[in-house]
């Protein structure tokens, strides 16, 4: 069975950082697109970051480039985003979802993915 679960959500103060897991079971990661997705409460389903598993590239979303970094460790068969300098508006349930091999235009796009994980709330507030 095909799973994805996350786990290393929790609350955190502003300018903190959190580590979230994105742990595969059931296939190998290593030929897989890993995304990092997040939504918040009535707003859409929004693309945080992307690893090719394959050849290791990585992608951002605008909103937090410079201070989240997505990473695999195949042989644990997870990957991972790390999320540091937290800001209110990081406030979110973060989805893991795995895909084939997909084209840089459709990353952001969560009909791309075939599956995903049951998410993990992060809270960031004083």
């Known amino acids: 069975q095909l799973q994805l679960v996350e786990s290393g959500g929790g609350l955190v103060q502003p300018g903190g950082s959190l580590r979230l897991s994105c742990a595969a079971s059931g296939f190998t990661l290593d030929y897989y697109v890993i995304g990092w997705f997040r939504q918040a409460p009535g707003k859409e389903r929004e693309g945080v970051s992307y690893?090719?598993?394959?050849?290791?590239?990585?992608y951002y979303g605008d909103s937090v480039k410079g201070r989240f970094t997505i990473s695999r460790d195949n042989a644990k068969n997870t990957v991972y985003l790390q999320m540091n300098s937290l800001k209110p508006e990081d406030t979110a349930v973060y989805y893991c979802?795995?895909?084939?091999?997909?084209?840089?235009?459709?990353?952001?796009?969560?009909?791309?993915?075939?599956?995903w994980g049951q998410g993990t709330q992060v809270t960031v507030s004083s």
């Open positions: 979802a795995a895909a084939g091999q997909l084209p840089y235009w459709r990353l952001r796009y969560p009909g791309a993915y075939d599956y």
């Open positions: 690893i090719s598993c394959s050849d290791g590239s990585t």
